[in-house]
């Protein structure tokens, strides 16, 4: 066989699409080809799991698919929504298709069909594809995934500036009592487009709605009594002087550990508590996590407040 043109390489394609560029059956049938579902393959170099690979696959041959939920809102914008969750991102988040009461469309390994009515008006067209609008795809989100993966979608959203806390509250007005409303009720409460990633919005689903803690200021610029900017902590309770940060992989560099090291000082020698948290404090030791949560809060709620030498926020 011929060295396939690009880019044929870089995307899933259905089974007539390989056989117009020549792939023959047999070849189709090697080891040079992946199968995704039924009718559908990719070049054995692509990584099935990636969310542009899974969302493409997912509308080849569906014509009348809406695509919604996590899906809708990176084709629109929200880039690092990647349809993961669990610990390592090891879980993939179905592609949710819309396909209305008479669509053929059947479910399948890794996509979600929804088959109820989309009103005209939450459909949009984007790069050639039909998807449903941010707001409409966030409430989706909490509704049929829970309301920390709907969080997670919503904070990308309004950060990508797709939609905004009052669109989200007004969009689960609109929906009555509708399956899952009081998760996408909380989501509209909760979001926050100043968190910078998804797994900054699982640390404050955790911090707020599992340890029951007062809802924190997101990444504010916190001050010294002189106004001098000290640190920007990803979460931040001034009642109780708590700041919270999430470490990511990044941080272990020993360059970026050091400068973490220093602003951590600076933080703690205003008479703040900071509590870090790691992937493996979201996912296998979440529980303890709570608990420390709630520790820090106990101490800080009975700290000598004569001794807080900071400013607040800028």
């Known amino acids: 066989m011929l060295p396939l043109p690009d880019p044929a390489a870089s995307r899933p394609l259905a089974v007539t699409d390989l ?3 020549g792939v023959t059956r047999r070849e189709r049938a090697g080891p040079l080809w992946q199968p995704l579902r039924r009718g559908v393959l990719a070049w054995h170099g692509l990584d099935a799991s990636d969310p542009d690979v899974r969302i493409a696959a997912a509308l080849i041959g569906r014509p009348e698919a809406v695509l919604g939920g996590w899906a ?3 084709v629109q914008g929200a880039d690092r929504l990647d349809g993961r969750s669990g610990p390592g991102g090891a879980t ?3 592609v949710l298709l819309h396909v209305g009461p008479g669509g053929r469309t059947r479910p399948a390994p890794g996509v979600a069909i929804d088959r109820g009515r989309l009103d005209a008006r939450d459909v949009l067209e984007v790069s050639g594809v039909r998807v449903m609008g941010a707001s409409l795809a966030c409430c989706t989100v ?3 995934c829970g309301v920390e993966e709907g969080l997670v979608a919503a904070d990308a959203a309004v950060r990508a500036g797709l939609t905004s806390p009052a669109a989200l509250a007004c969009r689960v007005r609109s929906m009555g009592r509708a399956r899952g409303v009081p998760a996408a009720r909380l989501v509209a ?3 926050d487009g100043n968190a910078a990633s998804a797994p900054e919005s699982r640390f404050r689903f955790v911090w707020v709605v599992e340890a029951g803690l007062a809802r924190p200021a997101v990444n504010p610029l916190l001050v010294d009594r002189e106004g001098l900017v000290v640190a920007s902590p990803d979460l931040w309770d001034p009642e109780a002087a708590m700041a919270g940060e999430y470490d990511g ?3 272990r560099e020993l360059r970026q550990h050091t400068a973490d090291n220093e602003r951590e000082e600076n933080i703690e020698r ?3 508590a900071v509590v870090r948290a790691t992937a493996i404090d979201l996912w296998p030791r979440r529980r303890h996590l709570v608990r420390r949560l709630v520790d820090s809060h106990s101490r800080g709620m009975a700290r000598d407040r004569s001794r807080d030498a900071w ?3 800028a």
């Open 72 to 74: 809708s809102l990176r």
């Open 311 to 313: 400013g607040g926020v």
């Open 19 to 21: 056989r117009d560029l």
């Open 92 to 94: 993939l988040l179905p």
């Open 142 to 144: 909490a509704a049929r």
């Open 270 to 272: 205003l008479g703040i």
């Open 189 to 191: 409460e909760l979001v």
């Open 249 to 251: 992989s990044q941080h």
